[in-house]
C-alpha cells in the first residue's frame, strides 16, 4: 500500500510541479518589445526613357509604372506610381507664358507647406545647360507626407513639377529606405530629363 501511496504522491507531486512550470512560463514578459517594422526587399535600379507622347521625356525606372493624370484643364499631367512601394511621383507640366515667378513661387511653397511637420528642408539647385534644363531639389526630413520634392524649367517654354508621396501615415523611421530608393530615381529623372 505505501508503494502505491509513494507513486500516488509522486504523481501529484509531478503534476503539481508542470503545473507550476507552465503557469510560470506562460507570464507575458516585463519588458517592452522593441517596435520594428515589415522588411522591404528593394529592387534594383533599372531605368528606361519613357515612350508616351509628351513635351518631355526622361529616364524612369523599370519597376515603376507611367500614369496619365485626367485633370480638367491640364495636359501632360502623369503619376509614376511605385506598386510594390505604396508610393507614387506626382508630377504637373505648364507651359511658362511669361509666369516664370509665379510658377517658380508655387514650387517653393508646395515643399515649405510642410515646414509645420519637417524637421529640415533642404534645396539643391540643379542645372544641364547642355540640355537647356534647370531647377530645385527639395529634400523634406521629418514626418512629412512628401519626402521629395522638384521642379525644371528651361525659363522660357516649359515648366515641370514633382512631388513624391508615399500612401500611408508619415513615419520617417518606417519608410526611409524606400524613401532613399525613390530620392535615387528622382535624381535619375532629373539629370535625364529632357525637353521635346
Same mark, same amino acid.
Given at each position: 500500500?505505501?508503494?502505491k501511496r509513494n507513486n500516488i504522491s509522486f504523481l501529484f507531486l509531478l503534476l503539481q510541479g508542470l503545473l507550476i512550470f507552465l503557469f510560470i512560463s506562460c507570464k507575458q514578459s516585463r519588458y517592452p518589445k522593441p517596435y520594428g517594422y515589415f522588411r522591404v526587399d528593394l %529592387? =534594383?535600379?533599372a531605368y528606361q526613357f519613357t515612350t508616351? =507622347?509628351? %513635351?518631355?521625356? /526622361?529616364e524612369m525606372s523599370k519597376h515603376a509604372e507611367l500614369q496619365m493624370k485626367a485633370e480638367p484643364n491640364e495636359k501632360y499631367w502623369i503619376d509614376i506610381v511605385y506598386p510594390n512601394l505604396n508610393a507614387a511621383i506626382h508630377c504637373s507640366y505648364k507651359e511658362v507664358k511669361g509666369k516664370l515667378y509665379e510658377l517658380t513661387e508655387d514650387a517653393h511653397r508646395s515643399a515649405y507647406k510642410h515646414i509645420v511637420k519637417a524637421d529640415d #528642408?533642404?534645396?539643391i539647385a540643379f542645372s544641364n545647360q547642355e540640355n537647356d534644363v534647370y531647377g530645385i531639389l527639395y529634400d523634406l526630413h521629418g514626418d512629412v507626407a512628401s519626402v521629395v520634392q522638384f521642379a525644371l524649367t528651361d525659363s522660357v517654354k516649359h515648366f515641370f @513639377?514633382?512631388?513624391?508621396?508615399?500612401?500611408?501615415? %508619415?513615419?520617417?523611421?518606417? #519608410?526611409a529606405p524606400m524613401a532613399a530608393y525613390v530620392r535615387k530615381d528622382v535624381i535619375q529623372l532629373m539629370?535625364? /530629363? @529632357?525637353w521635346q
Open positions: 500500500m505505501s508503494k %529592387p =534594383k535600379h508616351a =507622347k509628351l %513635351p518631355y521625356t /526622361f #528642408i533642404q534645396e @513639377r514633382g512631388a513624391v508621396y508615399f500612401n500611408n501615415v %508619415p513615419n520617417k523611421d518606417s #519608410i539629370e535625364s /530629363f @529632357r
